[in-house]
């Protein structure tokens, strides 16, 4: 049983049904904490936090149900949230897909940007008050290694003149590393600290879950290209959101535990600053 360093902590992890943030679900339960699972519907939430109780021996964990494609239950999530608990000291944005075809999401933005982007950058938006009054506290983001051959479309962020599943893909998960290092200027001082990482290839549901082609794809990038497990893809979420070598430290990308380098597109402040205002326009119906 891993000791109770995190006893006292409430610990918000989206996309906590399966996976990375099962994992990590599990683990950070183990240090103590009281974990709030976020998931897409109450049937898996309940399985998962009934694999999170057993696995920890931590009855402290809750969960909450949203579907994080649609800004309007990113928004209820919060409110729920802020409702049943007064502070929050980690919040772990890590819910993600990927789609073979376009998808629209209710509000009318392409779904993989509004799933992997829009709803951990809201989500962190209506949560933060309640990160600064708890600080120290920190937000930690997955990211990907497909950030590294991401751009982000600013003249067609939906990607309407063409689609790819890895163009849309790698274009949210280089947002994932750009909003951390702008959110990391903004809360410099505050005792929030805000990092991102790249869990590596891991053994999880992430490529079966594509529709259509999922079943092929989890072949292919599985069995050829020798993913890690999902208790090894876990490691650095775990890392940046209980780890006491990490406080204090923010606005870095990590991968393996170690902070990295990203594609030199990522540190233009300039950019930066432009996705911002663009989440913020995209996302003010609901802020
Ligand atoms: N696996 C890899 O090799 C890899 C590599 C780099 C980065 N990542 C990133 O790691 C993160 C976790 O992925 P994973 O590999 O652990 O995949 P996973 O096993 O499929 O887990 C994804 C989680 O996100 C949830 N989710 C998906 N769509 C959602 C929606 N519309 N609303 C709310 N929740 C939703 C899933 O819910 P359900 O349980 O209902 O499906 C699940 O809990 C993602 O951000 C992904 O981009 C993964």
């Not at 599943?165 to 290092?181: D, E």
């Amino acid at each position: 049983m891993a000791a109770e360093t995190m006893l006292g902590k409430t610990v918000l992890i989206t996309g906590a049904t399966d996976g990375i943030g099962k994992q990590a679900a599990k683990e950070i339960a183990a240090m103590g904490a009281k974990v709030v699972l976020a998931g897409r519907s109450v049937e898996r939430c309940e399985q998962s936090a009934a694999e999170v109780i057993a696995y920890s021996r931590n009855e402290d964990v809750d969960y909450l149900v949203a579907d994080l494609s649609s800004m309007g239950d990113v928004q209820k999530l919060a409110e729920a949230f802020r409702a049943k608990y007064d502070h929050l000291d980690v919040l772990v944005n890590n819910a993600g897909a990927g789609f073979v075809r376009r998808n629209w999401t209710v509000d009318g933005f392409e779904k993989t940007f509004a799933l992997n982007h829009l709803a951990y950058f809201l989500l962190t938006h209506l949560l933060l008050d309640m990160l600064q009054e708890s600080a120290p506290s920190r937000v930690v983001s997955t990211s990907s290694g497909s950030s590294y051959s991401g751009r982000i479309h600013f003249d067609d962020i939906h990607l309407q003149r063409f689609y790819f599943v890895h163009t849309a893909y790698a274009q949210s998960k280089l947002a994932n590393v750009m909003f951390t290092y702008a959110l990391a200027r903004r809360l410099e001082g505050s005792g929030v600290t805000a990092n991102v990482f790249h869990p590596g290839l891991v053994k999880t549901g992430i490529f079966r879950k594509v529709p259509k082609v999922g079943r092929l794809a989890d072949k292919l990038i599985l069995d050829l290209r020798k993913p890690i497990s999902v208790e090894e893809g876990a490691k650095t979420l775990v890392y940046l959101a209980t780890s006491p070598e990490v406080e204090g430290q923010s606005g870095h990308y990590y991968y393996k535990k170690q902070i990295r380098q990203t594609v030199p597109p990522s540190y233009s402040m300039e950019d930066q600053e432009r996705l911002w205002e663009l989440s913020e326009r995209m996302v003010k119906d609901w802020l």
